[in-house]
């Protein structure tokens, strides 16, 4: 199975500030790497697809990018409904394994 | 619009099926996923099964591979999860979700319902 390790597994941060998440693939998964939001109580909301593409009425201020196994989420001005988790998840094979999760926590 | 039930507090040992039904769309179309969310932890990807014109085939994670089953009756529109031999760590929310632009394989999640939860304890 393909492993995804997350970092970091928290953060604390003030609105306006700029944060990254990175998640890195036990191996190569190419571009088939999705970055879930999840609130406390809520089920995840798909943010980004496919590496990099933002999912239907995602803020832009939310970007991804690519390097070979290792990926980043970043959040170019954090505003306050951006507080919650994180989450990477791999769809190159089965099982589509996910990352241990980003708590992104108020400073 | 996903919706899942069934959720209980069970002991350890026993079974217990959970249900999503959809709607709002055409069922048959999509292949289903299960996520479940221990408390306190992260997602895990449980399982899925593919849509019946992608053969309707399954696939699972290890930890459950043995113990949990997954179906679909696309005429009533429901997916299933049959968990057995139940264990104090399969306690959490039980997502199903589903996503488009899969060709009716495994697909990315941009649909999830609430969730339900399940207590394994004596």
């Known amino acids: 199975d393909i492993q995804m390790t997350q970092s970091p597994s928290s953060l604390s941060a003030s609105v306006g500030d700029r944060i990254t998440i990175t998640c890195r693939a036990s191996?190569?998964?190419?571009?088939?790497l999705n970055w879930y939001q999840q609130k406390p109580g809520k089920a995840p909301k798909l943010l980004i697809f496919a590496a990099s593409n933002l999912h239907n009425d995602v803020p832009s201020r939310f970007s991804a990018t690519r390097s070979g196994t290792d990926f980043t989420l970043t959040i170019g001005s954090l505003q306050p409904e951006d507080f919650a988790t994180y989450s990477c998840?791999?769809?190159?094979?089965?099982?589509?394994?996910f990352g241990g999760g980003t708590k992104v926590e108020i400073k | 619009q996903l919706l899942e039930s069934g959720g209980a507090i069970v002991q350890p040992g026993r079974s217990l099926r959970l249900s999503c039904t959809g709607s709002g769309f055409t069922f048959g179309f999509y292949a289903m996923t299960w996520v479940r969310q221990a408390p306190g932890k992260g997602l895990e990807w449980l399982g899925c099964i593919r849509t019946q014109t992608s053969g309707g085939t399954t696939e699972y994670a290890a930890s459950v591979k043995d113990r949990f089953i997954i179906s679909r009756d696309d005429s009533e529109r429901f997916a299933y999860l049959q968990m057995t031999s139940l264990e104090s760590e399969d306690t959490g929310f039980y997502f199903c979700?589903?996503?488009?632009?899969?060709?009716?394989?495994?697909?990315?999640?941009?649909?999830w319902g609430q969730g339900t939860l399940v207590t394994v304890s004596s």
């Open positions: 998840q791999q769809t190159y094979s089965v099982p589509h394994t």
């Open positions: 191996e190569s998964i190419s571009r088939y």
């Open positions: 979700a589903t996503g488009e632009g899969s060709g009716g394989d495994c697909p990315t999640l941009d649909s």
